[in-house]
């Protein structure tokens, strides 16, 4: 009788081969579901990445832009003072071009600020940016210091330390400073004639004088007394009043540009900020037609008295005149 026992014998082949596609069938299947399964891990770790690299440069402009918004007129007074701007206003202000984060997604513009406080010798300056998939912020110690580009900056110690070698050097070269001057010796002889001669004296900065003359008898010396007396010289900023109130916004139809004054620059006394937005002008073949419309406002301040140079001559380390706030310019006379 023909029986399945019988069959699979006659066909041993026909089973080895279903059975290895069988099995190819299952492999080609598993590592599909690997592939789906570790590829959005790859992608979400790459834009991840992006995202993080996009927020962070984002959060730098922000903490750029505060360095030219904080002039001395907008510093804090008070200890624990703050002086706070919204990313909506610094937008409107022209401080910054408006940016998205890198899905395209713009970033919360009244949660996000920069924020300046002050504290007993400097300031602390805190970032914050909030956009659709992160929020974080930044906080850095700034200060007045004399290097900076803006009215406050980063503390750099490699910039004090470099100006603090040039003082002492200055001191140095200074205190090394001698003056030599051809002064006239007179010798008289024992028949009563006279005679001049030059010598070189030289004298140092604490104005002892030294003569170089041949020891005679009938020789004399009237050397005349060479003092030095050094520079100093006493700077003042120019007094400027506080600015005034922004005027309200106004059609920019003369194209002004936006102008921003350094708080001690006497020329420039007025500041215009800039500001656009897409508006309704109407209808053009009955359909509703917009257009970008340009705006400004301005404020001004006014000169009370112009800055000046005073230069007066003294010893060496007048503490009369330091205290006054005169510094070394490093001449002598």
């Known amino acids: 009788m023909y029986t399945e026992e019988n069959a699979r014998g006659r066909f041993p082949l026909r089973d080895i081969l279903l059975k290895a596609i069988v099995v190819i069938i299952f492999l080609i299947l598993i590592v599909f579901?690997?592939?789906?399964?570790t590829e959005p891990d790859n992608k979400t770790s790459k834009s991840s990445s992006n995202y993080d690299k996009v927020f962070s440069e984002n959060l730098e402009a922000m903490e750029n832009a505060a360095y030219s918004y904080f002039t001395t007129d907008?510093?804090?007074?008070?200890?624990?003072?703050?002086?706070?701007?919204?990313?909506?206003?610094m937008f409107n202000s022209n401080l910054l071009d408006a940016f998205t984060d890198a899905d395209g997604k713009a970033c919360d513009v009244?949660?996000?600020?920069?924020?300046?406080?002050?504290?007993d010798d400097d300031y602390t300056l805190r970032v914050n940016l909030e956009c659709n998939n992160k929020k974080d912020y930044s906080l850095t110690k700034v200060g007045e210091y004399d290097y900076c580009e803006h009215d406050i900056c980063k503390r750099d110690s490699s910039k004090e330390n470099a100006k603090e070698k040039k003082e002492e050097k200055q001191q140095e070269e200074v205190k090394e400073v001698e003056i030599t001057e051809e002064t006239t010796t007179t010798t008289r002889s024992s028949n009563g004639s006279t005679s001049n001669s030059t010598t070189n004296n030289t004298t140092s900065s604490t104005g002892t004088n030294y003569s170089n003359s041949n020891n005679s008898n009938n020789t004399t010396n009237d050397t005349p007394q060479v003092t030095t007396t050094y520079e100093y010289r006493k700077v003042s900023s120019p007094v400027l009043s506080s600015w005034s109130a922004w005027s309200s916004w106004q059609y920019n139809n003369e194209r002004y540009s936006a102008i921003k004054c350094a708080s001690d620059d006497a020329n420039c006394l007025r500041e215009v900020q800039l500001f656009s937005r897409r508006e309704y002008i109407g209808t053009i073949d009955g359909k509703?037609?917009?257009?970008?419309?340009?705006?400004?406002s301005y404020r001004t301040?006014?000169?009370?008295?112009s800055g000046s140079t005073d230069i007066k001559w003294s010893t060496y380390n007048d503490i009369n005149l330091l205290n006054q706030g005169y510094t070394y310019t490093g001449n002598v006379r």
């Open 33 to 37: 579901i690997i592939t789906k399964v």
């Open 110 to 119: 009244n949660n996000s600020f920069i924020r300046l406080t002050k504290n």
């Open 301 to 305: 301040r006014t000169l009370i008295s």
């Open 74 to 89: 907008r510093l804090p007074k008070e200890v624990g003072d703050v002086n706070e701007l919204t990313l909506r206003e």
């Open 288 to 296: 509703a037609a917009y257009a970008t419309v340009n705006y400004y």
